[in-house]
């Protein structure tokens, strides 16, 4: 900025005459030298600045880079140039994206809608799972039980997703018919239950759940409760614990039963987790645990299963259309990420805590 | 005084136990059926009758799987990736951690913010993939051929832990430190006496996020590592279910156990040193998870 004169000049009562300002001159230094005193600072306090490099350069290089990667959306493949150096193509792949009827559109938007449809479902079936669970826990007196419970519960998110896929992949699993002498194996056992249940005939079964579209999606949201619900609900059996028993005992002196209890006492307590939790579920709408659709799914169930990930993965990793599958990502994430921020800006308003 | 339980309240406490008794049946029932499908006969498994406990029950697929080399080296490469993952990733997290919890490091806002980004938005894999080729080409310039050295140090840092560590070490009051400080203590003594016993349960909790999600690590071991004799745990598991369910492969006819037993062995295989630590770890988790709603 440029000074006036009248910034560096200040009246001296003394002998009446304007003088220069000593502070002036300081603070005018100060601005010059900005970057030379951070030097200093930084030089002289090296030990704490050292600690945060290795931070640093890990993010720059495998978080930041990676973005910068997705330059190549806009470029021409050529595996032999890096990325900067690359010819521009423009808006071409978006446009292989949206437009119309070529396959890859099509498949781009299914993915799309599958990716929100199996967020959504999530939320719908497998949020208020977590609070129910939890509020029965608060039922449990006795502690030995409750222990028992939690071990049992909170086991299936510890093991991999490999494991849980596998696991799955077995219990659904088609039976093959006898050939010959041969006899033919059963199909899995959750099949053989579904099947005795009526719920599903015995063909479908026989068939592999996994390899019928119908069933994907519930098949992701159950085994995603039965994996998550019960060490979900952590978080709000912690809200439960920490009313105070005076709560209850004022609403039982009032005469409100069990019901009226959970109604007036409980539910405005906890509140507020379910809240922020809801809010952090609604910011990650389009962020699809990508691992687990990719191990459950197959060429069968492209329709119900595909998100954009494994859109990607299988355009761009297994095969060669880079630009095509970064530009899916990158529309996925930035609208993921404005989800992110809308709810987190929302949450910040309703309560004070901030996701982030 | 004991007040006398309502009727309402005791509908409600048996209606409890029930729900969380089915619910906890159903969470450990596939493990339990893993078992006992691993060590049945080979008929009781083709034909579908096992229910629950095992039938006929022979070893032979887990000797099956302890025979196997693959499995063994498996075990190890993932064992290398967990043990050196958790140490390069703390390391890393706890002294980021330690520099962005001090008010005087110019520029925090920043640094906080090139963290945060992460978590708001990523790249997405196919970006990641390449640049992970990429770093792979650096890797081999500088004679690191090992593409276990790769995930090690490319893969799996996440910026929620530091968060978590970051909140911990602002939690350490600062006349502490004064006083470390004043008793001449450097930068690091200050960090190591004063901070880490401090918060030595939330670096317990971050350790063990790091290292189960190594353990559990999936895609991009499968992805980066190119050796069949590197593939850690979870890659040999998926390699195995996709070669017995995909391709029709039988184990030989006189074989004692079905095809289903060799991948439950496995499965269970896997599985056993996370269910005898589980216990142990189990309620770091649950502190962990309620760290989880933070504030800036």
């Given at each position: 900025?440029?000074?006036?004169?009248?910034?560096?000049?200040?009246?001296?009562?003394?002998?009446?005459?304007?003088?220069?300002?000593?502070e002036?001159?300081?603070?005018?230094?100060?601005?010059?030298?900005?970057?030379?005193?951070?030097?200093?600072?930084?030089?002289?306090?090296?030990?704490l600045?050292?600690?945060?490099?290795?931070?640093?350069?890990?993010?720059?290089?495998?978080?930041?880079?990676?973005?910068?990667?997705?330059?190549?959306?806009?470029?021409?493949?050529?595996?032999?140039?890096?990325?900067?150096?690359?010819?521009?193509s423009?808006?071409?792949?978006?446009?292989?994206?949206?437009?119309?009827?070529?396959?890859?559109?099509?498949?781009f938007?299914?993915?799309?809608?599958?990716?929100f449809?199996?967020?959504?479902?999530?939320?719908?079936?497998?949020?208020?799972?977590?609070?129910?669970?939890?509020?029965?826990?608060?039922?449990?007196?006795s502690?030995?039980?409750?222990?028992?419970?939690?071990?049992?519960?909170?086991?299936?998110?510890?093991?991999?997703?490999?494991?849980?896929?596998?696991?799955?992949?077995?219990?659904?699993?088609?039976?093959?018919?006898g050939?010959?002498?041969?006899?033919?194996?059963?199909?899995?056992?959750?099949?053989?239950?579904?099947?005795?249940?009526?719920?599903?005939?015995?063909?479908?079964?026989?068939?592999?759940?996994?390899?019928?579209?119908?069933?994907?999606?519930?098949?992701?949201?159950?085994?995603?409760?039965?994996?998550?619900?019960?060490?979900?609900?952590?978080?709000?059996?912690?809200?439960?614990?920490?009313?105070?028993?005076?709560?209850?005992?004022?609403?039982?002196?009032?005469?409100?039963?069990?019901?009226?209890?959970?109604?007036?006492?409980?539910?405005?307590?906890?509140?507020?987790?379910i809240?922020?939790?809801?809010?952090?579920?609604?910011?990650?709408?389009?962020?699809?645990?990508?691992?687990?659709?990719?191990?459950?799914?197959?060429?069968?169930?492209?329709?119900?299963?595909?998100?954009?990930?494994?859109?990607?993965?299988?355009?761009?990793?297994?095969?060669?259309?880079?630009?095509?599958?970064?530009?899916?990502?990158?529309?996925?994430?930035?609208?993921?990420?404005?989800l992110?921020?809308?709810?987190?800006?929302?949450?910040?308003?309703?309560?004070?805590?901030?996701?982030? | 005084?004991?007040?006398?339980?309502?009727?309402?309240?005791?509908?409600?406490?048996?209606?409890?136990?029930?729900?969380?008794?089915?619910?906890?049946?159903?969470?450990?029932?596939?493990?339990?059926?893993?078992?006992?499908?691993?060590?049945?006969?080979?008929?009781?498994?083709?034909?579908?009758q096992?229910?629950?406990?095992?039938?006929?029950?022979?070893?032979?697929?887990?000797?099956?799987?302890?025979?196997?080399?693959?499995?063994?080296?498996?075990?190890?490469?993932?064992?290398?990736?967990?043990?050196?993952?958790?140490?390069?990733?703390?390391?890393?997290?706890?002294?980021?951690?330690?520099?962005?919890?001090?008010?005087?490091?110019?520029?925090?806002?920043?640094?906080?913010?090139?963290?945060?980004?992460?978590?708001?938005?990523?790249?997405?894999?196919?970006?990641?993939?390449?640049?992970?080729?990429?770093?792979?080409?650096?890797?081999?310039?500088?004679?690191?051929?090992?593409?276990?050295?790769?995930?090690?140090?490319?893969?799996?840092?996440?910026?929620m832990?530091?968060?978590?560590?970051?909140?911990?070490?602002?939690?350490?009051?600062?006349?502490?430190?004064?006083?470390?400080?004043?008793?001449?203590?450097?930068?690091?003594?200050?960090?190591?006496?004063?901070y880490?016993?401090?918060?030595?349960?939330?670096?317990?909790?971050?350790?063990?996020?790091?290292?189960?999600?190594?353990?559990?690590?999936?895609?991009?071991?499968?992805?980066?590592?190119?050796?069949?004799?590197?593939?850690?745990?979870?890659?040999?598991?998926?390699?195995q279910?996709?070669?017995?369910?995909?391709s029709?492969?039988?184990?030989?006819?006189?074989?004692?156990?079905?095809?289903?037993?060799?991948?439950?062995?496995?499965?269970?295989?896997?599985?056993?040193?996370?269910?005898?630590?589980?216990?142990?770890?189990?309620?770091?988790?649950?502190?962990?998870?309620?760290?989880?709603?933070?504030?800036?």
């Open positions: 900025m440029k000074k006036i004169a009248s910034d560096y000049l200040v009246y001296d009562e003394a002998t009446g005459k304007y003088r220069e300002d000593p002036q001159k300081v603070r005018d230094d100060v601005e010059k030298h900005y970057w030379l005193n951070v030097a200093r600072t930084v030089i002289k306090d090296w030990r600045y050292l600690m945060l490099v290795p931070m640093l350069l890990v993010f720059l290089f495998w978080r930041y880079f990676p973005m910068y990667e997705l330059l190549g959306a806009f470029k021409v493949p050529d595996d032999t140039l890096a990325v900067a150096d690359r010819l521009y423009g808006f071409s792949y978006f446009k292989m994206l949206f437009a119309g009827d070529s396959t890859m559109s099509v498949e938007w299914r993915a799309f809608r599958n990716t449809l199996l967020s959504f479902y999530g939320l719908c079936f497998g949020f208020p799972m977590p609070i129910i669970i939890a509020l029965f826990f608060n039922e449990i007196k502690n030995i039980a409750r222990s028992i419970y939690q071990v049992a519960t909170y086991l299936p998110k510890f093991m991999s997703t490999v494991v849980m896929t596998s696991l799955i992949t077995m219990l659904v699993r088609r039976g093959s018919e050939i010959g002498q041969f006899e033919g194996i059963e199909m899995g056992i959750i099949s053989q239950l579904l099947c005795s249940l009526g719920l599903i005939t015995e063909e479908v079964g026989q068939a592999g759940l996994l390899n019928n579209p119908d069933f994907f999606r519930a098949i992701y949201q159950i085994s995603g409760i039965w994996e998550t619900a019960g060490y979900d609900s952590i978080v709000f059996f912690a809200a439960i614990i920490a009313i105070s028993p005076t709560s209850y005992e004022a609403a039982q002196i009032d005469g409100a039963g069990k019901m009226a209890q959970m109604r007036y006492v409980v539910l405005p307590s906890i509140l507020s987790t809240v922020i939790m809801l809010i952090t579920r609604i910011g990650s709408l389009l962020n699809v645990g990508y691992e687990k659709v990719l191990l459950l799914y197959n060429s069968h169930t492209y329709v119900t299963a595909d998100v954009v990930s494994t859109f990607a993965q299988r355009y761009g990793i297994a095969g060669t259309m880079i630009g095509v599958a970064s530009a899916a990502e990158m529309l996925n994430n930035i609208v993921g990420m404005l992110v921020i809308g709810a987190n800006t929302i949450a910040r308003k309703a309560s004070d805590v901030s996701l982030y | 005084m004991k007040r006398k339980l309502e009727i309402s309240e005791l509908i409600f406490q048996i209606l409890s136990y029930i729900f969380l008794t089915v619910f906890a049946i159903c969470c450990i029932y596939p493990f339990l059926y893993a078992i006992s499908a691993a060590i049945s006969g080979r008929e009781a498994v083709e034909y579908g096992i229910i629950l406990f095992p039938k006929d029950i022979q070893f032979e697929a887990f000797e099956l799987m302890f025979g196997t080399n693959m499995f063994w080296n498996a075990y190890t490469n993932t064992l290398f990736l967990t043990v050196y993952g958790t140490i390069w990733a703390m390391g890393v997290a706890i002294f980021g951690a330690y520099a962005l919890s001090k008010k005087r490091l110019l520029f925090r806002k920043t640094f906080n913010f090139f963290l945060v980004f992460t978590m708001w938005f990523s790249a997405g894999i196919v970006p990641q993939y390449l640049n992970y080729l990429d770093t792979r080409d650096v890797f081999n310039s500088i004679g690191i051929t090992d593409d276990k050295w790769l995930i090690v140090i490319a893969m799996g840092m996440a910026a832990n530091i968060i978590l560590l970051r909140n911990a070490f602002e939690g350490v009051p600062s006349e502490i430190e004064e006083a470390a400080i004043v008793d001449g203590a450097t930068e690091m003594q200050v960090l190591t006496n004063v880490l016993p401090m918060s030595k349960s939330t670096i317990a909790t971050v350790a063990l996020f790091f290292a189960i999600s190594r353990w559990n690590g999936y895609f991009w071991a499968r992805q980066m590592i190119s050796n069949s004799n590197e593939h850690p745990l979870q890659v040999f598991i998926r390699l279910l996709e070669y017995y369910n995909d029709e492969a039988m184990v030989g006819w006189n074989e004692p156990y079905a095809t289903d037993s060799a991948v439950y062995a496995l499965i269970v295989c896997s599985v056993i040193p996370i269910l005898i630590i589980y216990p142990f770890i189990q309620k770091y988790f649950a502190k962990g998870v309620n760290m989880g709603g933070v504030k800036e």
